[in-house]
């Protein structure tokens, strides 16, 4: 059983930036960041294959804002997000898949998820 340990939400300003946080990660997982605002549905982010070459894949919504990324020990994984605006402000989700990363970024895949944390962003 995987239990994913998100941290680093907040609030902050709108132009500012937040990094996010998920512990355990695995070789060979699928990582991935979701998010969800009230009355929206969940919305999947950038995903990364830890162990693999490093690159990050990620929805239109965030690309070139968003970076996902896993540290040296293959133990952590990230998401920093620059440029926030308020319509960034949601609940922002880790999920895991325990086997290679499928084309997308869809929920249904992952099997694990952490418990959310949320990130506000004011104007």
């Known amino acids: 059983q995987v239990q994913l340990v998100e941290s680093g939400g907040g609030s902050v300003q709108a132009g500012g930036s937040v990094r996010l946080s998920c512990a355990p990660t695995?070789?060979?997982?699928?990582m991935a960041w979701f998010r969800q605002a009230p009355g929206k549905e969940r919305e999947g982010l950038a995903k990364i294959l830890i162990g693999g070459s490093g690159r990050g894949y990620y929805a239109d919504s965030v690309e070139g804002r968003f970076t996902i990324s896993q540290d040296s020990a293959k133990t952590t994984v990230y998401l920093q997000m620059n440029s926030l605006q308020p319509d960034d402000t949601a609940i922002y989700y880790c999920?895991?898949?325990?086997?290679?990363?499928?084309?997308?970024?869809?929920?249904?895949?992952?099997?694990?998820w952490g418990q959310g944390t949320q990130v506000t962003v004011s104007s």
């Open positions: 695995y070789g060979g997982f699928c």
């Open positions: 999920a895991a898949r325990d086997d290679y990363c499928n084309p997308g970024i869809n929920s249904g895949d992952f099997g694990y």
